[in-house]
């Protein structure tokens, strides 16, 4: 379990004493200091997700320990103790960027409601830092990715097509589908019992193969899904951001049976007002398709008990939604997707590992991201996969997750 770890400044000996010992109690990591000087060193040290500060305070006031806090890379959550009830200092220190404020005499009851959520908000603008920062980076290393695509366009084009082949064939072997029905349509014929004008099979057979009929139609409903984009039978819409994050939200909501399969959990960004007057051009009905399986893949291909952040980002005239989650237990010390298959991923058939997740009730012909690409580029967007490194471990060094993100052009104003 992920250590929550809280830092306190505060120069009243019993609140800071209060404070600790509740925040102990329940699970939570706490250290006490006694003004900001002090807990600028400590937080320098070891930092904490998530930073509790009295203003009026010796030697360095909660005002300046906030200016300090706020110019590191990825910044606490800070939230302000303060005995002042002046509506307008109150604003003057939300305008900080604090997370909130704890009116004194503090109850406890309230601040625990708002911590659960404090260390939510801490992972998704780690994660909204972490991202940022890669797209940094692979913008300035785009000359590597010329090269390689350059290497790309002249590799050995009959063994891609081996290896595709070859997933294509273990994907229609494995589990149930296609393959299933092939054997248990020659076992039928060896088991079966003709009785006048009709055979008898066992029940447990019948089954079986009525099961693996349910997976042949959904790879054939998804081979009819990416038909129909391909061939532009369907209806955009004109929708604002505000509606896509409603939809995003009610979607993973009916996910939840999936999703505490591995005790995963996911979370969403917080809303922002100017979703409202962003629109982009979409069929609904095809983005939930997308969605939900860019959210199945990354709840089979991450570690149980992770979170799934889901992110939204504004650059310029580009919309981008982001699905970020941890490595599998399996493969901490490798290299998630491999540099030169973040393309690769998105073709037909092709597969990274050869494992069936039957558990999730989709397909694992290679086909889901396939279909999210056809999706998106149909309305103007692009997908892209790959790895980011995270470095906000300082003890443990970077750690390698996998992000999948959709990109759409905003519409003009009509």
């Not at 940022?132 to 790309?152: A, D, G, Q, V």
């Not at 939204?312 to 981008?320: A, G, H, L, R």
């Not at 491999?338 to 393309?343: D, S, T, V």
């Amino acid at each position: 379990m992920k250590e929550k770890r809280i830092l306190i400044a505060e120069d009243d000996i019993s609140t800071g004493i209060m404070l600790f010992e509740y925040l102990t109690s329940k699970g939570y990591i706490a250290e006490v200091v006694k003004d900001g000087s002090e807990a600028l060193v400590k937080y320098k040290e070891n930092p904490t997700q998530v930073v509790i500060t009295d203003i009026d305070m010796p030697v360095m006031d909660g005002n300046e320990l906030i200016g300090h806090l706020k110019s590191f890379d990825i910044s606490p959550v800070i939230f302000v103790t303060t005995s002042h009830k002046d509506p307008e200092m109150i604003i003057d220190i939300m305008k900080k960027g604090i997370y909130d404020y704890l009116l004194k005499p503090l109850y406890m009851g309230d601040l625990l409601l708002k911590l659960d959520r404090a260390f939510e908000s801490f992972d998704l603008r780690r994660a909204f830092e972490i991202s940022k920062r890669e797209k940094i980076i692979r913008l300035e290393n785009s000359l590597e990715w010329y090269r390689f695509e350059e290497k790309i366009q002249t590799r050995d084009i009959q063994s891609m097509g081996k290896n595709i082949f070859e997933s294509l064939l273990t994907s229609f072997n494995q589990g149930s589908g296609f393959g299933g029905l092939v054997t248990l349509a020659g076992l039928m014929k060896s088991t079966a019992v003709k009785e006048g004008e009709y055979y008898k099979i066992k029940d447990d057979l019948f089954e079986m193969i009525m099961g693996n009929v349910v997976s042949a139609e959904k790879a054939l409903q998804t081979f009819g899904d990416i038909s129909k984009i391909g061939s532009g039978l369907h209806e955009p819409e004109r929708v604002s951001i505000m509606n896509l994050y409603d939809i995003i939200s009610e979607r993973i909501k009916l996910l939840n049976s999936q999703i505490s399969l591995r005790n995963h959990h996911v979370v969403v960004c917080d809303k922002n007002d100017f979703f409202n007057d962003l629109f982009i051009e979409i069929n609904t009905d095809y983005f939930i398709k997308a969605f939900e399986e860019i959210i199945i893949n990354s709840l089979k291909f991450s570690a149980a008990g992770s979170d799934i952040l889901v992110l939204f980002f504004k650059q310029n005239e580009i919309i981008s939604i982001s699905v970020i989650n941890d490595l599998p237990a399996n493969q901490k010390d490798g290299k998630g997707v491999p540099i030169g298959y973040e393309n690769l991923v998105l073709e037909p058939f092709f597969r990274l590992t050869k494992a069936v997740y039957s558990d999730y009730q989709t397909l694992d012909y290679g086909l889901g991201l396939t279909l999210v690409d056809k999706i998106v580029t149909k309305y103007g967007g692009k997908v892209s996969i790959g790895n980011i490194n995270d470095y906000s471990d300082l003890k443990n060094g970077a750690r390698v997750k996998v992000e999948c993100t959709i990109t759409f052009t905003i519409m003009s104003e009509e």
